[in-house]
């Protein structure tokens, strides 16, 4: 099954797509380094707006995913929400391109900010102009069904699939009949088995994941949490991370305290993450070829989407693509190895 993938970024996705089955036919970004690291991966990488019409072959058209991260910062908690008023939505531009390539199916990621209202929102509605949730709900989903016989979403946390950081984030998926959503594999205890004999394994902590020599002190806020937490620092070692942003790795946390290693603060004992381990977090393979200096490889790393996250996602796509039945039959769908 053929992929075609509109803000790449750094390549999470598409790893995680490859994972699932899908052949990516391109990777559309615009951002210089990110395209070198999606070349340096191996993966189609096309360079350029995806608002430029003629980008897209004709022979993409009905092909079977487009995959749209399309800008999260307007939508954010973390911002000042603009949202339908900021000239980073890239919601019509991803309209553009469905209509465009006409795919069998459709998904798209982004952050838990856009199905929240704005303010004094919830008790009068501002409208979709200023309200995110009520984008979300009058103009994204209603342009979705206008294009699929079917439209769902769900709000999926990374850590529940087995990613060493908790990171919310809202699936949408549009097509010619519904999935059946991807069931955790991980979770905060060890659950008893299901019907179908597997037992949730606990969540991936910090020190598991980078085997750190020390402490490892969390800042940012939980996005394990449904609404909106105060920046908080605290001991993670032993529990997934703080979701990894871009505004926030490096200088600004989380950071490993004592232990062995270099560093970098002799007056505190701490030392920021590198590169490497930020993407560890994220659930990049080792080795992941970033390019660009290291405030940009930092950057591409925390909007990044964590492959697991997008392989579960696309299992769920490509079994209910590959069978007529009505998804409530079928076995829930979880990420390969869990």
Not at 188 to 197: A, I, M, R, S, V
Request: glycine share 10%.
């Amino acid at each position: 099954m053929n992929v075609v993938e509109l803000f790449a970024g750094a390549g999470g996705s598409a790893l995680g797509l490859e994972a699932a089955g899908f052949s990516h036919l391109a990777c559309i970004e615009n951002d210089p380094d990110a395209c070198e690291t999606l070349r340096a991966a191996g993966l189609p990488c096309i360079e350029g707006d995806v608002r430029d019409p003629e980008i897209y072959e004709s022979s993409w058209v009905g092909e079977t995913l487009l995959w749209s991260s399309f800008p999260c910062q307007c939508w954010s908690t973390a911002g000042d929400r603009l949202g339908a008023q900021s000239d980073r939505n890239g919601w019509p531009w991803t309209v553009d391109a469905i209509d465009c390539l006409e795919p069998e199916w459709f998904a798209a990621e982004n952050v838990t900010g856009l199905r929240q209202h704005k303010g004094e929102c919830a008790s009068g509605c501002l409208g979709p102009d200023e309200c995110p949730r009520s984008y979300f709900d009058n103009v994204i989903l209603a342009q979705l069904r206008e294009r699929f016989a079917w439209v769902g979403w769900r709000v999926l946390d990374a850590a529940d699939f087995g990613v060493p950081q908790h990171r919310r984030r809202v699936i949408l998926v549009g097509g010619p009949r519904p999935i059946r959503w991807p069931e955790p594999t991980h979770g905060k205890e060890t659950l008893q088995e299901d019907l179908f004999g597997r037992a949730a394994l606990p969540w991936v902590s910090v020190g598991r994941a980078l085997e750190v020599d020390g402490r490892v002190i969390g800042g940012g806020r939980n996005d394990s949490l449904p609404h909106r937490s105060p920046r908080t620092f605290r001991d993670l070692t032993d529990e997934p991370c703080t979701t990894i942003a871009a505004s926030q790795v490096g200088n600004a946390g989380p950071w490993i305290e004592s232990g062995g290693r270099r560093v970098e603060e002799p007056a505190t004992g701490r030392r920021r993450l590198t590169v490497e381990e930020c993407a560890t977090l994220q659930d990049f393979p080792p080795g992941h070829p970033f390019q660009g200096t290291k405030t940009s490889q930092y950057t591409q790393v925390g909007n990044a989407v964590p492959p697991k996250l997008a392989e579960v996602v696309g299992r769920s796509i490509r079994f209910a693509a590959a069978s007529e039945t009505s998804t409530e039959t079928l076995h829930p769908v979880v990420a390969s190895g869990a």
